[in-house]
């Protein structure tokens, strides 16, 4: 069977467009950034989305998505009870000087909602560990399961070498990847995702206030976090390192809701905090300066015809299941178009409302938007005779769309 594609220019007329707006676009210094609206599944900007780069504390994201799934699955308990060990300890702990820690006291017994706590409030390094050991046993195996999960999720160009994003045992992630993990989150543990805007946790009688530095900077932000990999100081100038071309520097995964519209952005290469909040700001904010909700299709509404072999019919509607709802830029659709995807022809009997295809928004950096298609109609199985002459039809002429 021949993969039938249907090109459809996308026309969407804009009533009250502001011409002066039609080349207004987000603009960025970024090396790497995404920005992504998961309620209609669009793509709102991409810039070099799949570029890899070292997450650093960012990993602290993916350890905390771990332990949510091993929550959801029974592996754990939010009252069970984990050890400290002497290794998370002086690792990750204060004896170790290496950046945050919750002041986990060595060989002590702390409940694993406690310890998330830890880990996404005091960006704990010790509570990482001691999550990573309470599951997997050492940070090497639970590392593997960090990793199995971000393939899972679809995360393509993720690996992760420990809970904490410590250099030793180096991470590798991209913008789009990030994306991707904060939907996931969203969307299959929406209960637990606020722990990552709680102000402050107090554990073995410190005090610390939320250390995500993106927090109370960023109108509306709730998430996730931030991280700043060890060479960005010596390579600042470039965005890169040299030698391995990983992309280094400070990076930045953030999720707003606001005027009931939710957008996730990514980003990654920065030289300075500073920088990092900057252009995170400006990716975000871009999604309500240069984007509009626009419905290409509503409910049941026929997207294309469809080619039928064997049926009584030659062709059958292909109807979308829902409204497709896409984010648009408000001055110019011009650089878009729709096409419809299937794997054609469609073979007879058919019923209504089975899967047909999807149909597509595509942008001029690739695929931002895609939907499934249904077939619209019942379609009988046509006569011995009818069948007949579509199979002569497909042997001299093949099937055009």
């Not at 905390?64 to 959801?72: E, S």
């Not at 060595?106 to 560990?129: F, Q, R, T």
């Not at 700001?281 to 300066?289: L, M, N, P, T, Y």
């Not at 595509?362 to 199985?381: N, Q, S, T, W």
Request: proline share 4%; glycine share 10%; net charge negative.
């Amino acid at each position: 069977m021949l993969s039938v594609i249907f090109a459809i220019l996308l026309a969407i007329p804009l009533a009250n467009a502001d011409k002066a707006r039609a080349a207004e676009t987000i603009v960025t210094k970024a090396p790497s950034a995404f920005l992504y609206e998961p309620a209609s599944g669009t793509i709102l900007f991409a810039k070099d989305p799949d570029r890899v780069f070292a997450p650093a504390a960012l990993a602290k994201v993916m350890t905390a998505a771990t332990v949510f799934a091993a929550l959801k699955d029974g592996e754990l308990r939010p009252e069970q009870t984990c050890k400290v060990s002497e290794h998370a300890w002086r690792t990750g702990g204060a004896p170790s000087g290496r950046g945050a820690t919750m002041f986990a006291a060595i060989k002590s017994e702390i409940a694993v909602e406690d310890l998330l706590n830890g880990l996404l409030v005091h960006n704990g390094n010790d509570a990482a560990i001691v999550l990573a050991e309470c599951l997997d046993g050492s940070e090497v195996a639970f590392a593997d399961r960090m990793t199995a999960l971000a393939a899972k999720i679809g995360m393509k160009n993720s690996r992760f070498g420990n809970p904490t994003g410590y250099p030793e045992i180096p991470g590798r992630t991209t913008v789009r990847d990030q994306a991707l993990l904060a939907e996931y989150i969203l969307e299959t543990h929406g209960d637990l995702y606020p722990m990552f805007a709680i102000p402050e946790f107090t554990w073995n009688k410190i005090f610390q206030r939320n250390k995500n530095p993106l927090l109370g900077e960023i109108r509306n932000l709730d998430g996730l976090g931030g991280g700043n990999d060890i060479l960005a100081a010596t390579q600042a100038d470039t965005g890169a390192d040299t030698q391995t071309g990983i992309l280094t520097g400070y990076s930045g995964l953030g999720s707003v809701d606001r005027d009931g519209r939710r957008v996730i952005a990514a980003v990654a290469g920065l030289t300075s905090d500073k920088h990092r909040l900057q252009t995170l700001k400006e990716v975000i904010e871009g999604a309500w300066d240069y984007f509009t909700l626009k419905t290409l299709f509503t409910a049941g509404e026929t997207v294309a015809t469809g080619r039928v072999f064997g049926g009584d019919q030659g062709s059958v509607p292909l109807i979308s299941k829902a409204d497709v709802d896409v984010l648009l830029p408000r001055g110019t659709t011009l650089d878009y178009r729709i096409r419809v995807v299937y794997q054609g022809p469609l073979n007879a009997p058919l019923q209504k409302g089975a899967r047909a295809g999807e149909v597509r928004v595509i942008g001029k950096d690739g695929i931002v938007y895609r939907a499934p298609l249904m077939v619209g109609a019942d379609i009988a199985e046509g006569t011995l005779f009818g069948r007949a002459v579509d199979g002569l039809q497909e042997l001299l002429f093949g099937w055009i769309g």
